[in-house]
């Protein structure tokens, strides 16, 4: 009640006493005018006594209520924490070029991670990996930490163990692309990279598997790699080149080199373009990378002289729901140059489609097709296929 209504009622309630004693019978025992004066002064004091209490009251709540919401602002630890992998079984069937056809079910792989953001400036990810390689070993595949927030500063800083920023490898294939085959490279490395409006460059230092001959073991590699993506009209789009001084240090190059990787005549550098589009359900996938240079005849040869392998990849997918379940269909077309070397397919083409059985639950079958270098290149000029289910579950 403010003062004006205050006084407004003390006043009403003074005429009101006072037309009663002028106009009610006189009588000894009704209250005196001075009585119900006292009485009502002593009921403003009460008033006034509750309305401190009440203010006072207000105060503390509208505190606790600034401390739930500034408990509730401030996550823990805990909450920045994800778990996560996937375990998929895969049924195939294949025809190598040799003509031998074989089938086997496999737990082809199991992987885990785990990832946190114990600063708004830092985060973590550690990755175990158990592939079907024959070796039946669990392997740290990734462990890297980013310092940084690219929602707030360009630039950031990152070290530890993953695949160097070379190539583009997603697919909606079962299989890797061939391009990953001949350029993925995994190692421990310290990079430095900025984003800013679409744009990424990041530059990465590392020591390799390989090395020159009659040199020591040092931190002599690198590469870089500038990209640009966003979207336009409800269209997403990607695009990167990557420059790598060493390609013969990719996982692929260097199995194929075999006791050559410690006696390089010389570092190859290697180069490579991908990138993508999406729209209304539709993925368009494309990626080229090559080595700059041959290798020396001895060490990685091609009909006769030195190698300069490459390796391309096209791709197409589409995803809808059929039957409330998201599906996608995809098709590619790839190929290699001057990789028989390495094990690889000169053409391959095929198909797959992926069905979401439940949430974190798909089912995908594929099938490709490889063809063989010539014979005139020392191939056997005949092709093979691979058929393959899986099935996989994420968590």
Not at 149 to 155: C, F, G, Q
Not at 184 to 201: D, M, N, R
Not at 319 to 334: C, D, L, R, S, W
């Amino acid at each position: 009640m403010d003062t004006l209504s205050k006084s407004f009622v003390r006043s009403a309630v003074c005429v009101g006493a006072l037309m009663f004693g002028l106009i009610g019978p006189a009588n000894a025992d009704e209250p005196k005018l001075s009585d119900l004066m006292t009485l009502i002064e002593n009921q403003q004091l009460q008033i006034n006594a509750l309305s401190k209490q009440l203010k006072a009251t207000e105060g503390k709540a509208e505190q606790a209520a600034s401390a739930v919401e500034e408990v509730a602002g401030k996550s823990s630890f805990l909450d920045t924490v994800k778990i996560g992998g996937v375990a998929e079984v895969e049924m195939t069937n294949t025809k190598s070029f040799a003509k031998a056809d074989t089938s086997d079910i496999t737990l082809s792989t199991v992987e885990f991670y785990i990832d946190t953001q114990p600063h708004e400036y830092l985060t973590t990810h550690v990755q175990m990996l158990y592939e079907d390689d024959g070796n039946e070993n669990i392997t740290l595949d990734e462990a890297f930490a980013v310092l940084g927030n690219t929602e707030k500063h360009p630039l950031y800083l990152q070290v530890g163990k993953w695949a160097m920023p070379f190539g583009g490898f997603d697919t909606a294939m079962s299989s890797d692309p061939l391009t990953k085959s001949l350029g993925e490279t995994k190692e421990a490395a310290v990079l430095i990279g900025a984003h800013y409006e679409g744009l990424a460059l990041e530059g990465y230092i590392y020591n390799g598997d390989t090395q020159k001959a009659g040199e020591g073991n040092n931190i002599d590699q690198f590469g870089a790699q500038l990209g640009y993506g966003g979207e336009s009209g409800g269209v997403g789009y990607n695009v990167a080149v990557g420059y790598l001084n060493n390609m013969a240090d990719s996982d692929g190059m260097t199995t194929g080199l075999g006791n050559n990787t410690t006696s390089l005549s010389k570092y190859v550098p290697g180069f490579d373009v991908h990138g993508d589009l999406t729209f209304s359900g539709v993925t368009l996938r494309a990626g080229y990378m090559m080595a700059i240079k041959s290798f020396q005849a001895g060490q990685l040869a091609f009909n006769g002289q030195g190698a300069q392998p490459a390796a391309w990849n096209v791709e197409a997918g589409y995803t809808m729901p059929i039957m409330n379940h998201e599906t996608t269909f995809a098709g590619t077309v790839q190929g290699t140059n001057e990789a028989l070397a390495l094990g690889l397919p000169e053409l391959r083409y095929g198909g797959a489609v992926s069905v979401a059985i439940v949430n974190h639950f798909s089912v995908t079958a594929e099938y490709l097709h490889d063809l063989d270098y010539d014979v005139a290149k020392d191939g056997t000029g005949n092709s093979g296929h691979t058929a393959t289910l899986k099935l996989a579950a994420e968590y």
